[in-house]
């Protein structure tokens, strides 16, 4: 505002203040490139969220994040999930999954929490209880790891 008034009356005649006024200009322009770039930082942040938790965040995180970022978010993840069924025929391809290659498909996990029945491809369903150990294929239970529900045993 105090710019705006500056200019004003470096229109009417006052021309010592052109300076002052390109110094403020200046200054509001490098303001604004800092809250960009602190934007774009903030979005790159909650797009790598998206991989490593998955679609749904942790409340922990979530609280920490404004509407609009858990807006952006959602929309994210919506456009993820399009392009990912689009791909890879009828089933589509899960590009969240094998972040880092595996070194064997079946990895031995131990359940850290009670989570109810996991059912696997060939039908097979089994109970994760708390402290109960598996051999599981390493695509499957990938996300549950991620989520904290189980724990890869080396």
Not at 58 to 73: D, G, K, L, R
Not at 95 to 103: A, E, N, W
Request: proline residues 3%.
């Amino acid at each position: 505002e105090r710019n705006q008034a500056d200019v004003s009356e470096a229109k009417s005649g006052r021309t010592d203040l052109i300076f002052l006024i390109r110094y403020r200009h200046c200054c509001l322009l490098r303001n604004q490139r800092c809250l960009l770039a602190y934007l774009y930082d903030r979005l790159l942040r909650i797009r790598a969220l998206r991989w490593e938790y998955g679609s749904v965040l942790p409340n922990t995180i979530q609280f920490h994040m404004s509407a609009e970022e858990v807006e952006w978010f959602n929309r994210y993840k919506k456009s993820l999930a399009t392009y990912m069924k689009s791909v890879g025929g009828e089933e589509g391809l899960d590009l969240t999954q094998d972040i880092k290659p595996p070194k064997s498909l079946y990895i031995e996990v131990r359940c850290l929490r009670d989570y109810g029945e996991f059912e696997i491809d060939d039908g097979t369903t089994i109970l994760l209880k708390k402290n109960s150990q598996h051999f599981l294929p390493r695509w499957k239970c990938e996300q549950l790891i991620r989520q904290g529900v189980l724990e890869h045993i080396l």
